[in-house]
Every structure is written in structure tokens, then in C-alpha cells.
């Protein structure tokens, strides 16, 4: 198979992961062996077919580093779980517009070297896919980025709960350019959200009627700072919508990021609570805690969607793909049942779905 050219905006945890990941599978060649991932081939693409061709950041300790040692500067903090050689691509310094908030100011140096030319160096280093993995908070900056992917005929697959593929004005130029967009809010391997909404329709489908629930999470990376300054309401918004499509009747429902503790450096705590009726109105209860480590809990997912989107390239499919933004994301611009999102996706690998 071909290499996918893939260009990095954002060289942070998650970025960390997802460059780890594609050196941990390397080896690995038999589906027994792929512990941890839900596809080693996908497509015919495998995760070491990622070549990482370009990366952006605007911290001090990362640019002009080579991407192998920026991904482990701080304040990155997630787990180091495999060895990266030299990639010989030195991260360059990016716009910085509303990249920082003012908790992440005060962790973050920005680099005084001039902001490149993101287009031409999109255009020079043959990317083919942008991932966007800023802040959640970097509104402007996700939407310079996505024009700079525009203009360089690069595909976008956008990580962050920043509103672009689920914005029709976003496809249609996506669209008009010939050019796949996917996103928005990357959704977790092991999610809360995921396993809240799993729980949700297990205990209806048999017979509860939920009455109050709620979903809660604590973290301790920089996302976690960046949520609970500029993000918490808008990730709870998309959280809650995401799971109140579960039930089939309403009932009260939070899903949300509450705060960041930083000794749990990149791991998460979510809590869940459930109440409701069942037989003879009984009552019962569910009280939960999942503890995941943030990073690596994006890594499957965005392989999965990083290959599908190369497929839709191949194939000459462009704009919104629906059934790859249902399935790794949290807000697709159609969001679907977990089952039915997975039998999309599949079908959009093998060819009898466009997008
Ligand atoms: N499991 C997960 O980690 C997960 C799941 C779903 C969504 N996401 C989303 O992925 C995104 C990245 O998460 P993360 O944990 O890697 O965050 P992070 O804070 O570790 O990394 C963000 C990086 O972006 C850089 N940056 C800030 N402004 C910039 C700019 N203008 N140009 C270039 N770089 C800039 C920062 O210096 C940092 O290196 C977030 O939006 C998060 O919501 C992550």
C-alpha cells in the first residue's frame, strides 16, 4: 500500500499517542497479535502505513524540535508506551490566534520564532490528511487551520468538539474542493461517553425506565485546563444531546467534564450514576467509576478514521463522510446508534457505501 502523508496541528498528548501507536504496531502482523485496536488492517492500510510528513505547535519546548522529541516535551504527560526513532520532520511554529487560554498561558511559552506558512508548507511536505488536534478552545485557530487544508488540497479530520464538519458551510467547500472532511469531537476507544450510552440502552431495551443520570469526569491533562476554562458548557451540550438519543422517552440526563486535577497527569476519572424503576416499580441504582488514560484512548479510533479517510480519497469521495464521522466521532454531522454507525462504517469500508 501507498503511505498516508499525514500533517499534525497540535503536537500534544493525543498527537503523542497516535505517532506511538503507529511504531507499537509496527511489527505486528496477525490479527491475534493487534492487542488494543479494533482493525490492524483496514482497507488494506495497517498503522505503520501513517507517515507523519509535517507538524505544527506554538510551544517554545517543541518548536523546531524533531517531531520524535517534541511529542514527549512538556506539559505533555501521557504514557510513554513505545520507542520512537528520528522522524526528520521539525515541528513548525503555527498561528497562534486563539490557540491559549488563560490557564493555558500560564503552562505555555510561546515559541518567538515567525509563524510559517501553513499552505506552502502543507503543499511542501505532499501531506494528504490534516489532523486537527488543538485545544478545544482554539476556535479561530481549528477554522485557519481547515482553510490552510483547503488551499493545500489536503483532506481534515478535526479531533476537537470545534464545530467543522458538522457545519454545512465547512462540507459544501470541503465538498466543492473535491476533498473529505471528518469530524467533530473524537470519540474514545473506552469512552464515557460510549459506555454510558451502552449501559443506557441495555437497561431500557430491558424494561428500566431511568428516571436521572449522570455522567462526570475528571482529568489531569492540558485539555482537561482548557475545558474547564473556555469548553465545559459546549462539551457538555454535545455530550448530553449524544446520550439523550439513547432512550427512548426523556429523562434527566448530564454528561459532562467537571474539572482538572493535575497529580492525575493524563488520566481520566468518569463517574456515572443511574437511577430508575423496574419491575413493580423497584427501584435501582448504578454507581460507576471508569479509569482510562486519556491519550491512548483516542489512538484506535483515530487510526480507524485516519485509514477510512485515505479510502475516501482513493475513492474520489469527498465532503462530509457521514459514516466515518458517525462511527469515531461524537458529533457527526448525522449522528446514529452506536450499532447502526458501526454497520455504516463497515459498509463504507468495503464499498457499498459512497461516504
Ligand atoms: N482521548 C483524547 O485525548 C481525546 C478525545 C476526544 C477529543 N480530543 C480532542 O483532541 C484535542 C487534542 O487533545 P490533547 O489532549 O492532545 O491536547 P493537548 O493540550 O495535549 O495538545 C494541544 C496542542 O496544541 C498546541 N497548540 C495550541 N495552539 C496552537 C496553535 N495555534 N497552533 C499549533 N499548535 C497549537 C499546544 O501547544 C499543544 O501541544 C482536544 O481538542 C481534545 O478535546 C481528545
Redesign the pocket.
Known sequence: MTKIKIAL???????SALIQGSQFYKEIDKNEDALGLRHLYLGGYHPSDLEFVCA????DR?VGRDLSKAMFSPP?NTLKFADVPRLNVQVLK????D??GAYLKEI?KVSSSSASDVTQELQNSKAEIVIN????G?TK?SQLYAQHALQAGCAFLN???ILIAGDPAWTKRFGNAGLPLVGD??M?QVGATALHRTLLKLLSDRGVKISETYQLDVGG???SL?TLERTRDVKRTMKTKSVETTLPYKASIVAGSTDYVDFLENRRDSFFWIQGLYFGRVPMRLDMRLGTV??P??GSVLLDAIRATKIAMDRGASGALLSVSAYAFKHPPRLLPLDEAERWFQEFISGKRER
Not at 505544527?56 to 510551544?59: A, K, L, S
Not at 488536534?133 to 478545544?136: D, F, K, R, T, Y
Open positions: 496541528v497540535g503536537v500534544g498528548n493525543c498527537a505544527f505547535d506554538i510551544d517543541k505533555n503555527g498561528p497562534v490566534l490557540g491559549l505555555v488536534l488543538l485545544p478545544s482554539a485557530a479531533a476537537t468538539p469531537d473524537l474514545d491533562g492540558t485539555e482548557d486519556d491519550a484512548n483516542a
